[in-house]
């Protein structure tokens, strides 16, 4: 049990976490004939804009209310409505993902009854899903955002009936790349289940060129997708954010669930694969049994360079209980563990403590560590400190490839441990290099 830790301090130095308002926008772009539509400055969609086009290096459609001082003041029914009806006009969407900001969450505006007016006012939109999402930037991170507009699509969207015993819905956290989740979906569909995923942002953000520029995603969970996910037999998450979501479609339809906390490493691969084969009563694939083996020798290549390392990792609390469970299976310790916000999973952490904190507190407690895990935000630390740094989370913007990148499954559980483990030997090899001119020059 790990003792969770709040640092005493009135102010966030370097920041590590990513806003609520973000994470949900991330979500949304999960959908087919989505904008995301950020109730709130005009600086606060562009803050969010930048960090999502740097990561992905894609073109990212999202929208504002463009408020003002004088609108925050008044109210900002106005700027939502004249905003919907402009994006309707100009993007025709199939769907508008509404986040709210810090600024419009603070003045208390009531969103939900805005959206009822406006539709009572223009019935020519009553066809068109507007799912709301709160997420103030003044609490919380970027995981409850994600988390948050999932539940609010499950709440809205899905349309109960016939149960359709060969299909499944994947609650996708926001741990998950796109690529993930195209490893996910290959994995699922070998086993002859239908998944509807909520959201794919593996279909959406996966860096592929269109026909034409669409101001809305052109790929992504379509809406007829979202309605039919009351059909589903069985709902897998994946991520403890997840839970949530996964009692709503409980509730709403009875349909039963399981969570996957983490599909990287050995074990956890072996639980998602064989509840599938259960659910789907179907055999293993053998190619599956192959690449088991593979990343049991891959296991067995890497951990002379894994044992007893120390790790201090700064990632999100789903992400963080997937990379500690991982590292600890390959006898690496953990030195030290920031994340940006509560989860009931901190506490279960096998580890002695974790930090909810900032990259200052981080820089503190990585020192002597032997590698640092995190975004891309994590660089000048890792240079001050002298440390090897591997890029996992959000931000990543001095990579290429983010979209692409994979960690699940047991190619993607193979992909981790050789990226760390080339680290490992490179760092192995500056120390000897170093050791070397030291000894020829005298100094060491």
């Known amino acids: 049990m790990a003792i969770v830790t709040l640092p005493n301090k009135s102010v966030a130095v370097n920041p590590l976490k990513q806003s609520q308002a973000l994470g949900a926008s991330l979500a949304f772009l999960g959908l087919k004939g989505m904008i995301p539509l950020f109730h709130g400055s005009q600086g606060c969609t562009a803050f969010a804009k930048v960090v999502l086009v740097r990561h992905f290096r894609e073109a990212i459609p999202l929208a504002t209310t463009a408020m003002t001082e004088v609108t925050t003041i008044l109210g900002g029914e106005d700027n939502i409505e004249q905003a919907i009806l402009t994006l309707v006009e100009k993007s025709s ?111 959406s953000l996966d860096g592929h060129l269109d026909e034409e520029y669409s101001s809305v995603t052109t790929s992504g969970t379509t809406v007829t997708q979202l309605k039919e996910v009351g059909c589903s037999a069985f709902t897998i998450a994946l991520g403890e954010s997840m839970r949530g979501a996964a009692r709503i479609l409980e509730d709403r339809f009875n349909i039963p669930y399981e969570v996957f906390s983490e599909l990287t490493g050995l074990e956890p691969v072996d639980e998602f694969i064989q509840a599938l084969a259960i659910l789907s009563s179907n055999p293993v694939p053998e190619k599956y ?75 503190q407690l990585a020192v002597e560590s032997d590698l640092l895990i995190g975004n891309s935000n994590l660089a000048a630390i890792a240079k001050r400190l002298s440390i090897p740094h591997y890029r996992l989370g959000i931000p990543i913007y001095d990579r290429l490839g983010n979209g692409h990148f994979t960690k699940v499954g047991y190619r993607g559980s193979m992909e981790v441990l050789f990226g760390i483990g080339n680290l490992f030997i490179d760092a192995e090899e500056a120390r000897v290099k170093n050791f070397d001119e030291n000894f020829v020059t005298g100094h060491g």
């Open 289 to 363: 049994c192959r690449q088991r083996r593979q990343l049991q020798d891959a296991m067995l290549d890497t951990h002379f360079y894994f044992g007893a390392k120390r790790i201090s990792l700064a990632l999100e609390p789903d992400l963080l209980w997937s990379m500690v469970k991982f590292l600890q299976s390959m006898g690496t310790q953990i030195h030290a563990a920031v994340t940006t916000t509560r989860s009931p999973l901190l506490e279960q952490l096998p580890i002695k403590s974790v930090t909810i904190g900032d990259l200052e507190d981080f820089e």
């Open 93 to 203: 969407p199939e769907i508008i993902g509404l986040c709210s900001t810090g600024l419009t969450e603070t003045r208390g505006d009531d969103i939900e009854r805005f959206l009822k007016d406006i539709r009572d006012r223009h019935p020519e939109i009553s066809h068109l899903p507007i799912v709301f999402a709160p997420t103030p930037d003044f609490k919380g991170a970027l995981q409850d955002g994600f988390a948050a507009a999932v539940e609010s699509i499950v709440k809205e969207i899905p349309q109960p009936g016939t149960t359709r015993s060969e299909q499944v819905t994947i609650l996708a956290g926001s741990a998950f790349t796109p690529g993930d989740l195209q490893e996910i979906k290959e994995i699922v569909t070998a086993f002859g289940l239908v998944p509807i995923f909520v959201p794919d942002i593996g279909a």
